[in-house]
């Protein structure tokens, strides 16, 4: 009886890597067929990719492309940010929180580990400072008054525990119109001791 299940279970897979190697070649033809659109007009309905029945079309009423990916405080911080750094040193602008902090498998327990991903997959850094491997230095998030809501407080205490916890330094920069640069590399590199 046994010997009969597994008998069928393995024609079963069988069957199936005959049909995954039969497709290949079909797919593969329809990703070549797969071209980029010429530029749509400023107003038109711009199409998507083929065969993708749920998003059909975007028009240019619900969406629109920023003109920067910072805010005017965030730009002013970034600018006096790269006269701060070290050459060698790599500025991210708003990494997720997962790209730059990972969540570890957890054997047996796959809803656990979705759930862990789930806490950091949606929330970002303001920037993360790199060595030219691109390995995370420190981060830094810029702390204005949206930060003393309750909800605010509450992400932040999760992103100050969680950075403790990778052994990643996180710096809080209060919002300011202008940023001295000595003052900064003062609390970079005095901190980064």
């Keep these: 009886m046994i010997i009969q299940i597994l008998k069928k279970i393995f024609q079963k897979i069988f069957q199936m890597f005959q049909e995954f190697d039969e497709n290949i070649p079909k797919k593969f033809n329809q990703l070549q067929a797969i071209k980029t659109p010429p530029p749509a007009p400023a107003s038109s309905t711009v199409p998507t990719a083929p065969n993708d029945s749920q998003y059909q079309t975007v028009t240019d009423k619900h969406f629109f492309k920023r003109d920067s990916l910072l805010t005017k405080t965030e730009t002013a911080f970034y600018n006096t940010l790269k006269k701060t750094l070290l050459q060698e040193e790599i ?53 204005d008054k949206s930060h003393n809501t309750n909800h605010a407080k509450k992400i932040d205490g999760f992103k100050n525990n969680l950075c403790l916890s990778v052994q990643l330094r996180l710096l809080r920069i209060p919002v300011e119109t202008t940023y001295d640069t000595a003052l900064l590399r003062a609390i970079i590199y005095q901190q980064n001791q």
Excluded at 97 to 123: M, W, Y
């Design 91 to 143: 500025i991210v602008i708003k990494p997720r929180l997962e790209d730059v902090i990972g969540a570890s498998f957890i054997p047996r327990n796959k809803t656990k580990h979705q759930a862990n991903r789930g806490k950091i997959r949606s929330r970002h850094f303001d920037f993360v400072i790199c060595n030219k491997n691109i390995k995370p230095l420190f981060a830094i998030e810029l702390d």
